[in-house]
């Protein structure tokens, strides 16, 4: 299937930026959707941004104007660009992979990254 590894977070002041990036490895033929996911303590955890196979994009309410998705086919690298960041933003952030591969639907995670947006 897909191995995702996430990179970029780190503890950042209220109105600054980070971006995140996302190597995947694998059946990267297979992919028919990335998304970046965040959790905050105690919270479920909730997309943020997705990205399809054609590129069309989309984004949480929450994080409209100041996130954007984006990937590097060569690289097989999607990355989130985070810019004028608030500290309600603060949470692990992952990286999702969904696709059909040998008939069968999958869902790949990476490990996390932390992203702390102090005030």
């Known amino acids: 299937q897909v191995q995702l590894v996430e990179s970029g977070g780190g503890l950042v002041q209220a109105g600054g930026s980070l971006r995140l990036s996302c190597a995947a490895s694998?059946?990267?033929?297979?992919?028919?959707?990335l998304a970046w996911y965040r959790q905050a303590p105690g919270k479920q955890r909730d997309s943020v941004a997705t990205?399809?196979?054609?590129?069309?994009?989309n984004y949480a309410d929450s994080v409209k104007g100041r996130f954007t998705i984006s990937r590097d086919n060569a690289e097989n690298t999607v990355y989130l660009q985070m810019k004028s960041l608030k500290p309600e933003d603060t949470a692990v952030y992952y990286c999702?992979?969904?696709?059909?591969?040998?008939?069968?639907?999958?869902?790949?995670w990476g490990q996390g990254t932390q992203v702390t947006v102090s005030s």
């Open positions: 694998g059946a990267i033929f297979s992919i028919n959707r």
């Open positions: 999702n992979a969904e696709g059909v591969y040998g008939s069968r639907w999958y869902d790949s």
């Open positions: 990205i399809t196979r054609d590129g069309s994009t």
